[in-house]
């Protein structure tokens, strides 16, 4: 399919969330396993998206952490001095590797497992943000698979159920929300597995579910939902072992065409670049390369790029026309050079 071209904005920080509060079943990562209702319990939402065209991508075939402790419990009447509560313990907080939110434990959990890829969890939730499409009350969600987890309150979820043990009760804090917070209960799980624990056709089938929703995420105009599935998918296909998976090229250009859009020259050069590691002629990681490129003002290295995929298709308009902004770009630039050079030593 033909690549549109791609005008990225300024560069921003797109990965951070809403600053607000936030048996075995071994081969059943069935792809059409999702968030369901439970029959006796209301207030359980099924979430769905339904996609929309475009002609960007390739259609598969088949802050920081929070160094204060938390406060106590509100609603608890203030005493003298000696009735105050003691300040939570460090083992009560868990932070989040990459600094996105802060557990606090409420009540503890027993044993030792955690839920896995494919687990599904019997969880109590409260208190999420309206609009945020993920359900109150009792549900059922299962690691690794279904539309709730594509939004970012989603992608929360996901990593504190990550961290919880069965019947642990916790409350998610994010940091600058004033809101209430979001508290989340995780009454039981089934065993799920590590990444490593799957065979490769597994792991390439839940790649391909990811593309395939990547894909519909962008058609839909999400790029940023649809850059967390592709990342994903390269998660679970950059644990094969050499050659890897030719699904990985595809994948890297996706994720760079979503980049650009979001306003990340940078690692969307950088994605291009792994694409162009494993398949040096791809056209479309060629292309978006010269674009993300010509937006960090690397006008030569653009140029050679755009130049490259025009040697392969010399009728690509999109090339033809990026290539014509490069160069202009470049005679504005010449020229202001050359009028500085004249102030300086005229």
């Given at each position: 399919?033909?690549?549109?071209?791609?005008?990225?904005v300024g560069e921003k920080s797109t990965s951070e969330?809403?600053?607000?509060?936030?048996?075995?079943?071994?081969?059943?990562?069935?792809?059409?396993?999702?968030?369901?209702?439970?029959?006796?319990e209301p207030g359980v939402l099924e979430l769905r998206m339904?996609?929309?065209?475009?002609?960007?991508?390739?259609?598969?075939?088949?802050?920081?952490?929070?160094?204060?402790?938390?406060?106590g419990d509100a609603e608890k009447p203030h005493g003298s001095a000696s009735e105050m509560p003691e300040p939570l313990r460090a083992p009560d907080l868990w932070d989040c590797p990459d600094g996105s939110f802060v557990k606090k434990?409420?009540?503890?959990?027993?044993?030792?497992?955690?839920?896995?890829?494919?687990?599904?969890?019997?969880?109590?939730?409260?208190?999420?943000?309206?609009?945020?499409?993920?359900?109150?009350?009792?549900?059922?969600?299962t690691m690794g698979l279904g539309s709730w987890r594509e939004g970012t309150w989603g992608e929360l979820i996901e990593k504190c159920l990550e961290s919880m043990c069965q019947g642990e009760e916790a409350e998610l804090q994010l940091p600058g929300h004033s809101g209430p917070p979001v508290r989340?209960?995780?009454?039981?799980?089934?065993?799920?597995q590590d990444s490593w624990e799957l065979e490769a056709s597994e792991k390439e089938a839940l790649a391909r579910q990811e593309r395939a929703r990547?894909?519909?995420?962008?058609?839909?105009?999400?790029?940023?939902?649809?850059?967390?599935?592709?990342g994903r998918a390269l998660r679970l296909l950059l644990t094969l072992p050499p050659p890897g998976s030719p699904e990985r090229t595809v994948l890297?250009?996706?994720?760079?065409?979503?980049?650009?859009?979001?306003?990340?020259?940078?690692l969307a050069a950088q994605s291009c670049d792994r694409a162009l590691e494993r398949e040096p002629g791809h056209v479309k990681a060629l292309y978006r390369r010269g674009v993300a490129q010509a937006a960090l003002g690397n006008l030569e290295k653009a140029?050679?790029?755009?130049?490259?995929?025009?040697?392969?298709?010399?009728?690509?308009?999109?090339?033809?026309?990026?290539?014509?902004?490069?160069?202009?770009?470049?005679?504005?630039?010449?020229?202001?050079?050359?009028?500085?050079?004249?102030?300086?030593?005229?």
């Open positions: 399919m033909e690549t549109l071209p791609i005008n990225p969330p809403q600053q607000q509060w936030g048996g075995n079943p071994k081969k059943s990562l069935h792809p059409t396993t999702q968030t369901r209702q439970q029959p006796q339904s996609p929309a065209p475009s002609q960007l991508l390739e259609v598969p075939q088949g802050a920081g952490k929070l160094a204060a402790a938390l406060e434990i409420v009540i503890r959990g027993h044993g030792l497992d955690k839920p896995k890829l494919g687990s599904r969890c019997r969880v109590l939730a409260f208190g999420f943000p309206f609009g945020s499409g993920l359900p109150e009350g009792w549900t059922e969600l989340l209960t995780l009454a039981s799980f089934t065993q799920g990547g894909t519909e995420l962008f058609r839909a105009g999400d790029p940023e939902g649809a850059a967390r599935c592709y890297h250009a996706n994720l760079a065409a979503c980049q650009l859009l979001l306003g990340q020259p940078l140029t050679a790029d755009l130049k490259k995929v025009l040697a392969v298709d010399p009728k690509n308009r999109a090339a033809q026309e990026e290539l014509g902004k490069v160069i202009f770009q470049g005679k504005k630039q010449d020229a202001g050079l050359a009028q500085g050079l004249r102030k300086m030593f005229g």
